[in-house]
């Protein structure tokens, strides 16, 4: 606590400043520390929930896609993509680059769709994306192309299994 000193009647005044004892403040300042140490949360990891829907036995009838809007992205190895427009056939030109070009290739497609002719609907012009991850892939290639769906404004896109077919074309062309 705070000393004053203070004149005795028979001696002559003296001024001397007052002398604050921190002590309790020192003590208070380490309670308050220790209080909030054990009270704050830590910034908890963020992660990507990928809700893929339950098939107990096969489908009969899979969802159609359009062939001149569908593009198909297959994530492989060493972060590159393998590509293919419409649908597979033995004989479709499947195309390897890596994986930072994957956008041109997206606004590219998106803007030969523009183009169509009047005789082709809406949906046609939209374009649509299978994500096909190959087992060799990495997690981070299937986030980086979810990202270029997002930046890309691409609404119809789903993440599907590969065929064994592909799995066959994709290396021959590696």
Do not use: C, W
């Not at 001696?11 to 208070?28: E, G, H, K, Q, Y």
Request: hydrophobic share 40%; proline share 6%.
């Amino acid at each position: 606590m705070a000393e004053i000193q203070t004149k005795d009647r028979n001696s002559r005044r003296r001024n001397i400043a007052p002398r604050v004892d921190l002590t309790p403040m020192v003590d208070l300042g380490f309670l308050l520390i220790t209080f909030f140490m054990l009270t704050t949360t830590l910034s908890k990891g963020k992660r990507l929930v990928i809700n893929m829907p339950y098939q107990p036995q096969p489908v009969e009838s899979p969802t159609k896609f359009i062939d001149t809007s569908t593009l198909t992205i297959i994530p492989v190895s060493k972060h590159r993509v393998a590509y293919y427009h419409g649908a597979f056939t033995n004989d479709v030109a499947i195309e390897v680059i890596p994986i930072h070009q994957l956008r041109g290739i997206i606004t590219q497609k998106q803007s030969n769709l523009k183009r169509l002719p009047d005789s082709y609907s809406n949906n046609a012009r939209k374009i649509q994306v299978l994500i096909k991850p190959d087992s060799s892939s990495q997690y981070q290639d299937l986030v980086n192309t979810l990202d270029e769906m997002l930046i890309n404004n691409v609404t119809i896109y789903a993440i599907v299994d590969l065929a064994d077919a592909e799995v066959q074309a994709i290396n021959r062309v590696m």
